[in-house]
């Protein structure tokens, strides 16, 4: 079996990566991805996450919708109806983190500090997983 591509970069040019994909409580998946437009500016700062949709995860079609400019790395959970979005903050060189409550059509977002990875260029990649909290854990 050969590898099987999502979607053609949507964008023309530059390159998409690092996505992360959750299902909506209507059964379908949102995905968040990385475009960057210029290998010229390849810090965070010159990344912006977009999204795409799919019916059953394996068909994708992209919505040119800009989530986030000047981010990178996007990573998504979903409790509940709520999405918890993180990413890369090129501009506070910082964790930033996205909450929506409407499906993903919009995002409130804020800036997190790690301890000990202020120092510019130290970015910090997130990778959010949701825990049961009633686990007894």
């Known amino acids: 079996s050969g590898q099987t591509q999502a979607f053609?970069?949507?964008h023309g040019q530059g390159s998409?990566?690092?996505p992360t994909v959750i299902q909506l409580s209507?059964?379908?998946?949102?995905?968040?991805?990385?475009?960057e437009a210029s290998e010229e500016d390849a810090s965070p700062y010159g990344h912006q996450v977009y999204t795409a949709t799919?019916?059953?995860?394996?068909?994708?079609t992209p919505t040119l919708t800009l989530v986030r400019d000047h981010a990178s790395v996007p990573g998504a959970v979903r409790i509940d109806d709520t999405i918890y979005l993180y990413f890369v903050d090129g501009e506070a060189d910082s964790l930033g983190v996205g909450i929506s409550t409407d499906e993903g059509s919009s995002?409130?977002?804020?800036?997190?500090?790690?301890p000990d990875t202020q120092?510019?260029?130290?970015?910090?990649?997130?990778?959010?997983?949701?825990?049961?909290?009633?686990?007894?854990?």
Do not use: R
């Open 26 to 35: 209507d059964n379908t998946y949102l995905m968040f991805y990385k475009y």
């Open 54 to 60: 799919s019916p059953d995860g394996l068909t994708w």
């Open 107 to 114: 995002f409130e977002f804020q800036s997190v500090t790690i």
């Open 119 to 137: 120092e510019e260029g130290n970015h910090v990649d997130p990778n959010p997983v949701a825990l049961e909290s009633d686990a007894g854990v």
């Open 16 to 18: 998409i990566c690092g």
């Open 8 to 10: 053609s970069n949507p």
